[in-house]
């Protein structure tokens, strides 16, 4: 049983989309923060994108601006990352990611997403870009 239901990996060829997607409880989601992560082989974990449930405030790593967009549909308690013109440097595991549910503070975690505050983890979904 997973708090954090992650789909949407694959492979791709460079310049294509794919989009993920996050689901969880309604409980999970209502006032939370929630974020993508990814790992590639080889690197440490690093944040790619976060949205605040409550307004949909967005961060975004400077990697992947302008080509990520992280949004949310609060009908289904999910959150989504659709990534496109996709670059091999994309190539890792994706995780989904929330601070704590009912927690007004996570906004701030928002603002400046480091993965020590968020507490709940998916099991991750690959993405792949080749060349």
């Known amino acids: 049983q997973h708090q954090l239901e992650e789909s949407g990996g694959g492979s791709v060829q460079a310049g294509g989309s794919l989009r993920l997607s996050c689901a969880t409880s309604?409980?999970?989601?209502?006032?939370?923060?929630m974020g993508w992560f990814r790992q590639a082989p080889g690197k440490e974990r690093e944040v790619v994108a976060a949205?605040?449930?409550?307004?949909?405030?967005?961060y975004y790593a400077d990697s992947v601006k302008g080509r990520f967009t992280i949004s949310r549909d609060n009908a289904k308690n999910t959150v989504y990352l659709q990534m496109n013109s996709l670059k091999p440097e994309d190539t890792a595991m994706y995780y989904c990611?929330?601070?704590?549910?009912?927690?007004?503070?996570?906004?701030?975690?928002?603002?400046?997403?480091?993965?020590?505050?968020?507490?709940?983890w998916g099991q991750g979904t690959q993405v792949t870009v080749s060349s």
């Open positions: 949205i605040w449930t409550v307004d949909s405030g967005t």
């Open positions: 309604e409980y999970m989601y209502s006032i939370n923060c």
């Open positions: 990611a929330a601070v704590e549910p009912s927690y007004r503070g996570a906004w701030d975690v928002c603002l400046a997403p480091s993965e020590e505050r968020f507490g709940y």
